[in-house]
C-alpha cells in the first residue's frame, strides 16, 4: 500500500502496484503534529497487523516507481 500527495493537492491510494484512488486532497497533513502510521489521530484505533517496511519520500513517486518497487520485494 502507498499513498502519495502531489504540490497539486491530488492524492493517490496505490494498493498492489495498482492506483485504487485518487482524489483532491487539499490541507490534509498538518506540519505540528506528530506523523502517526497505524493509528489515528487520538492513538486509540491502532492497526491490527504488522507494518514491515515503511518508507518516506521527500516527493510523491510516480505510479510506475511505486509498482517497481512492489516488484522488488521479491
Known sequence: ????????????????????LETTAANTFSTTEKLRIGADRTDSNFINSDISDVRLYNRALTTQEISYLYEQRF
Open 1 to 20: 500500500i502507498a499513498f502519495t500527495r502531489e504540490d497539486n493537492d491530488i492524492a493517490r491510494l496505490v494498493v498492489d502496484g495498482s492506483v485504487e
